[in-house]
């Protein structure tokens, strides 16, 4: 089997929040090495923070659509959460900030999306 239809198979077996958690696990992972690293080159740490970022910004998308059923309160943490991240990933890269905050937040994020 091709890993295109190995993806596609998996993809369509998991259910969205399956998919979140499993995209959450991929960034957050990637964000983990770099910091484990303790000097990534500039270009690593930009790309991974640019994903978490880019991750954060479909949920902040998909929760400002008004066929998102998930409880308004909730909607607007999220998207609060993602206008967070995206300042923070700036702040990581310009000044240097640590970059713990934002991998608590995706596990946190995890820990939401497993429990049933």
């Known amino acids: 089997m091709s890993i ?6 998996a993809t369509q077996a998991e259910s ?17 090495r770099i910091k ?4 990534a080159p500039p270009a690593v740490l930009a790309e991974a923070l640019d994903a978490n970022r880019k991750l954060w910004n ?3 998308a998909d929760c400002a659509t008004p066929q998102n059923q998930l409880p ?5 943490q999220i998207i609060s959460l993602a206008l ?7 702040d990581v890269l310009r000044a ?6 934002l991998i608590d937040i995706n596990r946190l994020m995890m820990e939401g999306l497993s429990a049933r």
């Open 4 to 9: 295109r239809a190995y993806q596609r198979a």
């Open 58 to 60: 479909v949920l902040s």
């Open 72 to 76: 308004q309160t909730l909607r607007a």
């Open 36 to 39: 484990e690293a303790a000097s």
């Open 96 to 101: 240097g900030a640590e970059i713990d905050p």
């Open 16 to 32: 969205p929040r399956e998919l979140e958690y499993r995209a959450f696990g991929l960034v957050t992972a990637n964000l983990v």
């Open 84 to 90: 967070w991240v995206s300042r923070h990933s700036s």
